[in-house]
């Protein structure tokens, strides 16, 4: 196994190491409508999906560039017909590959179909531990079929991650939910704070929790952590609005993820839709040059692009100045600092909403608004 | 050293995980849903012994076929941290 002196010339014209993982949203036609969606709200805009051979070239290239992982998402992944010959090309491309899904549709047949294909990992997203609560949060009856599938994950051998998206009408039912989990016999349990992209930050006010219910909840998970020990593992996603810094979003801006979605842009973050930059779109170029050279991906690569605070901040290098589409979902800036930072001098919005989320008056089950894609007239 | 398994324990990797070489990166990989775990050259030697037949006193064995200085408290202890993380599986 030398190939060592082969690649030292290759490695040194490349300057950006490739990504880790390919996120490929699929679709956003759902049969579900979670008011926390954090798929875009112009849902009509992305109708015109990449075909089979497209998402099939763009899975190839990702593993060329060096991904070893590919998320199958959505929308949800199973409208799309066409699932398991993707979960093909992943596989024989060498990449672990996961399905993120709400499970509505993962019948039998189909998880037979995507076993044999060699799919390596099932997550399934719950709204809640009991059916009204759920059912009302996705807007559609849905929870039994849920629970059926993540069943089926167990029953196929497939190790079975529950995705939990927290906010404030059903962060109180930690415990609940981890009984549920527990026994689903889950090998995992993703605990995330609601992050306010798309129809999310449409829903901020309704789904934004107090101070109390996340002192609440932090107790409840790191009990939990505790006693499930090296049964099933959880991970608890902190709400950055609480947060006294940002997060590394993605970990660094085109560094480790790439995100295509349906109709083939590509993003370096789920978030980036609608950044005033020029669009990178699989159909017109491809991912080498895209994720190397393209605007979109070099724009706030690294931290050149920094404004102060960040700039002159010694913790630049940790949390790369926050969220870049967060910082322009609130500030219509893109290079400024991430608003949830408390030195930045936006910080002052994020800390608007969480007054409001503080008031006594504030109930704790607004209405929502599901996601929905818009009628034409 | 106190191990919390027996060296009679076949060690493999936990449901869903996959030890890959990383060819762009050169080097070996654990892949698990959200996480890549980036290995050493003693750690995917050892890894690539659990195959769920092998025992630990197996692998140590194979590996002073391998290695000139193998101290078994070590391969034990680096066992038992991934088992910890649920990355491998001990079965007795
Ligand atoms: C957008 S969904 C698409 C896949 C599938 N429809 C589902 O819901 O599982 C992808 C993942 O992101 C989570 N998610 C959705 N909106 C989110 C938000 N605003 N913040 C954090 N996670 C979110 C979902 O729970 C799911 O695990
Ligand atoms: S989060 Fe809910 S609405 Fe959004 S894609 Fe997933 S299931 Fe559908
Ligand atoms: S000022 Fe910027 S770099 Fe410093 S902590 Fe805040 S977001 Fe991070």
Redesign the pocket.
């Given at each position: 196994m030398s190939e060592i002196d082969g690649d030292a010339a290759e490695r040194s014209s490349t300057t950006v190491e490739g990504p880790l993982g390919l996120l490929a949203e699929l679709t956003y036609r759902?049969p579900?409508?979670?008011a926390?969606?954090s798929?875009p709200i112009e849902l009509a805009a992305y109708r015109d999906e990449l075909d089979t051979a497209e998402w099939q070239r763009v899975i190839t290239e990702a593993a060329e560039l060096g991904a070893l992982q590919c998320h199958l998402s959505?929308?949800?992944p199973l409208l799309r017909r066409d699932l398991a010959d993707l979960v093909r090309t992943a596989a024989e491309q060498g990449l672990y590959t996961n399905l993120v899904t709400?499970a509505l549709g993962f019948t039998a047949k189909r998880a037979a179909e995507l076993h044999d294909a060699g799919l390596d990992h099932v997550q399934v997203?719950l709204q809640a531990d009991e059916p009204a609560l759920s059912d009302r949060i996705?807007g559609l009856p849905s929870f039994a079929r849920k629970i059926d599938a993540a069943r089926r994950v167990r029953e196929l051998g497939w190790p079975l991650t529950l995705n939990v998206v927290l906010h404030r009408q059903n962060i109180d039912r930690i415990p609940e939910i981890l009984a549920a989990a527990e026994e689903l016999e889950a090998d995992r349990i993703e605990l995330a704070n609601t992050q306010y992209y798309g129809w999310a930050a449409l829903n901020r006010a309704a789904l934004l929790p107090s101070r109390e219910q996340l002192a609440e909840a932090e107790v409840v998970v790191r009990e939990a952590k505790e006693r499930l020990r090296g049964r099933m593992e959880i991970i608890y996603v902190i709400p950055d609005y609480y947060a006294t810094y940002p997060k590394p979003c993605m970990g660094g801006w085109g560094a480790r993820q790439l995100v295509v979605v349906p109709t083939g842009d590509a993003l370096p973050c789920l978030a980036a839709h609608g950044l005033p930059l020029p669009s990178a779109n699989v159909r017109e170029h491809d991912l080498a040059w895209i994720w190397r050279d393209s605007p979109m991906f070099s724009a706030y690569r690294g931290t050149d692009w920094m404004q102060d605070p960040c700039r002159s901040c010694d913790r630049r290098e940790v949390d790369l100045g926050g969220c870049r589409c967060q910082a322009f979902a609130l500030t219509g800036d893109a290079t400024r600092t991430d608003p949830v930072c408390h030195l930045s001098p936006d910080h002052g919005i994020v800390e608007a909403a969480v007054a409001e989320a503080n008031e006594e008056r504030t109930p704790v089950d607004l209405p929502l608004v599901p996601?929905r894609e818009r009628q034409r007239n | 050293m106190t191990a919390p398994f027996s060296t009679t324990g076949v060690p493999r990797l936990a449901r869903g995980v996959k030890l890959r070489f990383d060819r762009s990166r050169e080097r070996h990989v654990l892949l698990l849903p959200e996480t890549v775990v980036e290995l050493n050259g003693t750690g995917t030697a050892i890894l690539q012994l659990c195959d769920g037949q092998r025992t630990v006193a197996d692998i140590v064995a194979a590996l002073r076929e391998q290695y000139a200085d193998v101290p078994e408290g070590q391969v034990v202890a680096y066992l038992a941290k991934l088992a910890e993380r649920r990355h491998l599986e001990i079965h007795e």
């Open positions: 759902c579900l409508a979670c926390y969606c798929n959505g929308g949800e709400s997203s996705a996601r | -």
